[in-house]
């Protein structure tokens, strides 16, 4: 099943769901020609904006009812090129708090059965507003 929202740039990305439960989701990004860099393998602005998909969706789930989560703070450590794929980013709670939640994700190069990236990442609690609520100024 495709990962998409209509419209949205990752429409054009062939990002795939595998695992998707309130203990983990699991987003597979396939690699193709026009998404490896010059060595051929999949860019790390990719592999980032993979692990910041599967974490944000195991945070909202974990968030609260209607409130949302945004990315706070992100640490990558990237380990080895993910050359065959599709990259496998899974994600796991670490800890979901009254304003933080924190998400480890794994990315691997599935067609090498290797390790290629560990992340955490901590995302905001987003609580929605209410309509008497002004919007935030910068």
């Known amino acids: ?13 062939p990002f795939y769901d595998v695992v998707d439960t309130n203990e983990s989701v699991v987003v597979d990004l396939h690699n193709r020609p026009d998404l490896v860099n010059y060595r051929g393998a999949l860019q790390g602005g990719l592999v980032a904006t993979l692990i910041d998909v599967a974490g944000g969706r195991l945070a909202v789930k974990h968030a609260g009812d209607g409130s949302g989560a ?9 380990l ?15 800890r979901a708090g009254k ?4 998400v480890g994700v794994d990315v691997f190069d599935v067609g090498r059965d290797r390790l290629a990236a560990r992340a955490t990442l901590s995302f905001a609690i987003l609580v929605p507003r209410g309509p008497d609520q002004p919007a935030a100024t910068p």
């Open 1 to 13: 099943m495709a990962v998409t929202i209509r419209g949205h740039l990752f429409g054009q990305l």
């Open 80 to 94: 080895a090129p993910i050359v065959e794929g599709p990259a496998r980013a899974s994600a796991t709670l670490l």
């Open 70 to 78: 945004g990315t706070a703070d992100m640490s990558i450590h990237f």
């Open 99 to 102: 304003r933080m939640i924190v």
